[in-house]
C-alpha cells in the first residue's frame, strides 16, 4: 500500500469516528401535503388557517388538524395531513408503496423539486384540486445547520451514507442527501418503507459514514 493511499485510509477513519460521536435524530415521515394559500383555500374555503396540533423539529414547522384525500388513476388514500407553515407551492409526499396503490409513478426528489412530477387530485372539504404535477417520493436526506456540516466535514447537497444500528433490521442507506440551511435543526427523514425496511420508530438514532 502506497503512503498516499495509506494515509487516505487513515483519515476516513479518522472522519468516521469524528462522525460516530454525534448520531443523527431519525424521524420517519408519513404521507403528507404541504399547500400554497390559494390552493389551501380552495381545498377548505376562503379565509381559512392551519391550525396547529403539534411542533415538528424543523424550526417552525407544525402538524395542523387539517387532512385531505389525495386520489389517483387507480386508487385514494384519506386522511391525508396538511402540514404547517403555508409554502410557496403545493407538494404531496408518499411513499413508494402509496405510490404503487395510488398509480401515481412519483419521482424520488427533494423537496420542492416538483417540475414534471406526477399529477394527482387532492379532495378538501370545500374543494378539489386537479394538480398537473406536484406529487413526489421524497428522497431520504439529513437536514443540519452550516455548524454541523462543518463537524462532520459535509456541504450542502452531499451525497452520504447513514448506517442504521439495529439488532434485528440494522440497515446501511446509500444515497442519503445533506441539506444544509442556518434554519434547519439536525434530524433525518426518511419514508415509512425504509424504516420499515430498517426496523426504526422515531427518535431513534442512525450515524453519517
Known amino acids: 500500500m502506497s503512503e498516499n493511499l495509506a494515509q487516505e485510509v487513515l483519515d476516513k477513519l479518522k472522519l468516521r469516528q469524528i462522525r460516530a460521536q454525534r448520531p443523527v435524530i431519525v424521524n420517519i ?17 376562503p379565509g381559512y388557517t392551519l391550525k396547529k396540533v ?25 386522511n391525508v395531513r396538511v402540514l404547517g407553515p403555508i409554502r410557496r407551492i ?33 379532495i378538501g372539504p370545500k374543494g378539489v384540486l386537479d394538480l398537473k404535477e406536484g406529487c413526489i417520493v421524497a428522497k431520504r436526506h439529513v437536514h443540519m445547520t452550516p455548524a454541523d456540516a462543518e463537524f462532520y466535514h459535509l456541504k450542502h447537497g452531499e451525497v452520504i451514507q447513514l448506517k442504521i444500528d439495529n439488532p434485528e433490521r440494522g440497515l446501511i442507506f446509500d444515497e442519503v442527501i ?10 433525518c427523514h426518511l419514508d415509512t418503507d425504509e424504516a420499515n425496511a430498517a426496523g426504526i420508530k422515531n427518535g431513534d438514532k442512525a450515524l453519517i459514514l
Do not use: C, W
Not at 390552493?39 to 374555503?45: A, V
Not at 409513478?105 to 412530477?117: H, K, Q, T, W
Not at 445533506?178 to 434530524?187: C, F, G, H, I, T
Open 54 to 78: 403539534r411542533d415538528l423539529l424543523q424550526p417552525g414547522e407544525f402538524a395542523s388538524d387539517s387532512f385531505v384525500k389525495i386520489v389517483g388513476p387507480k386508487g385514494e388514500i384519506d
Open 90 to 122: 403545493t407538494q404531496i409526499e408518499i411513499s413508494r408503496t402509496d405510490d404503487y396503490k395510488l398509480g401515481t409513478s412519483a419521482p424520488v426528489r427533494l423537496s420542492g423539486d416538483i417540475a414534471g412530477s406526477a399529477p394527482i387530485k387532492v
Open 178 to 187: 445533506a441539506r444544509v440551511s442556518e434554519k434547519m435543526a439536525l434530524e
Open 29 to 45: 415521515s408519513n404521507r403528507h401535503i404541504h399547500l400554497k394559500q390559494e390552493d389551501l383555500e380552495k381545498l377548505f374555503g
